[in-house]
């Protein structure tokens, strides 16, 4: 992935994962589409703070407010810069909501809304190359979740471009093998 993050370009919709990580944390208004391009930011005035601005509301809803924060999070940073981040966010994220949820319960919460991400990617039909750190991550949480079973194919289970590699086959993450979407 380059400096700018990947490039994902579809519309997420409302899904079902996102209700069992609204059950270890309060309900939120969520975007339902909360990614960089839908987000406008104002030059800060001298002394002043920069002003943000969400568009693009016709997927809004209510959940888990992790759910935007991971549609953000992992289609906005390269997978170097979400790994080097990702727990200092879930901290501030912890903090922003003032101690209502515990940071074990935001991080439960935040891993099963990356596996219901990864679900709607593969759903999508649509995979790019900078999804492969998104299902090796979802593939490792659901070993944790199965106790690692040997009968669980992850692989076989879901259709697959030709240029897809499946994640664990390049876990150092160097990405050979993925080819390129053409």
């Not at 959940?63 to 940073?77: E, F, I, Q």
């Not at 099963?112 to 990617?121: E, K, N, P, V």
């Not at 593939?139 to 240029?163: I, M």
Request: aromatic fraction near 8%; hydrophobic fraction near 40%; charge should be negative.
């Amino acid at each position: 992935s380059g400096a700018q993050g990947p490039s994902r370009k579809r519309k997420r919709t409302r899904s079902g994962g996102g209700a069992a990580a609204a059950a270890l944390e309060p309900l939120s208004i969520l975007h339902g589409d909360f990614k960089a391009e839908n987000l406008f930011f104002t030059a800060p005035a001298a002394g002043g703070s920069v002003r943000c601005a969400a568009a693009d509301l016709q997927w809004a809803g209510t959940g888990s407010g992790l759910v935007d924060v991971v549609y953000l999070l992992w289609t906005s940073l390269d997978e170097g810069l979400l790994a080097a981040r990702e727990g200092a966010l879930l901290d501030a994220y912890a903090e922003a909501r003032g101690g209502a949820v515990d940071r074990e319960a935001i991080g439960r919460a935040y891993e099963l809304c990356i596996i219901d991400f990864a679900r709607f990617a593969l759903g999508d039909g649509e995979l790019i190359p900078a999804d492969v750190a998104l299902m090796r991550r979802a593939s490792a949480l659901l070993a944790q979740v199965d106790g690692g079973r040997e009968d669980c194919d992850y692989e076989g289970a879901f259709g697959k471009p030709e240029w897809w590699t499946w994640p664990q086959a390049h876990g150092d993450g160097s990405g050979e093998g993925q080819g390129s979407k053409g």
